[in-house]
């Protein structure tokens, strides 16, 4: 059974940093891109960036483009994001999400529960 | 950035009825649109990729159909674990990979 458990959201301050990861097990996880999604609490999805199996590409949303930044350790099973100079509209719950090949098709067949960033002085 | 409208944003229906669910892309995306469901504090369900195929386990009342801009989501016969908000997503012309906004199908 495919597992992905995020973890490192919180409350911060704008301008501050934050590094969520995301733990993966039951499948071959450096055999599929994997991606954040994130969603304001009530409100739609939107994705923020991916990555293939072995990070030689790597996409972003214009609107965390140079602020975040998506990585993956395939010996460790974990996906991650590093956001630098958070803003108050990064404030969502940020899910980890399993694309459907090892390069992104954007079919993203399993989710993790993710976790809540809150960003606010 | 490709646009996707999804209508209406609610729709009431009973148990049992036929749920119609609407996605017009701001322009053409050939067949590649995803269909999620996702429930109260639960994560998004994929439910239908490439218009029309079903994901493993999805019931067989859900169907997709569509290309180009006009896509519809149907429910033959709206089982009570149905009801849910349902997302449209593009994955036609990246990036950005857009969803659209939602349709709730609540009871009536």
């Known amino acids: 059974e495919v597992q992905l458990v995020e973890s490192g959201g919180g409350f911060v301050q704008p301008g501050r940093s934050l590094r969520l990861s995301c733990a993966a097990s039951g499948f071959i996880f450096d055999n599929y891109a994997m991606h954040w999604v994130r969603q304001v609490p009530g409100k739609g999805l939107e994705w923020v960036s991916g990555?293939?199996?072995?990070?030689?590409?790597?996409i972003y949303a214009d609107s965390v483009k140079g602020r975040f930044t998506i990585s993956r350790d395939n010996a460790e099973n974990s996906l991650y994001l590093q956001m630098n100079s958070l803003r108050a509209e990064d404030t969502a719950l940020y899910y980890c999400t399993k694309d459907r090949a090892w390069d992104p098709q954007f079919i993203f067949g399993s989710w993790g529960q993710g976790t809540l960033v809150t960003v606010s002085s | 950035e490709i646009v996707l409208t999804q209508s209406p944003a609610t729709l009431s229906l009973s148990p049992g009825e036929r749920a119609t669910l609407s996605c017009r892309a701001s322009q053409s995306i050939s067949k590649y649109l995803v269909w999620y469901q996702q429930k109260p504090g639960q994560a998004p369900r994929l439910l239908i990729d490439d218009a029309s195929n079903r994901a493993i386990g999805v019931p067989a009342r859900f169907s997709g159909s569509g290309s180009g801009t006009d896509f519809t989501l149907t429910i033959s016969s709206l089982e009570p674990e149905d009801f849910a908000v349902y997302y449209c997503q593009q994955r036609s012309n990246w990036p950005p990979l857009t969803f659209g906004g939602g349709t709730k199908v609540e009871m009536k």
């Open positions: 990555i293939s199996w072995n990070s030689a590409r790597i």
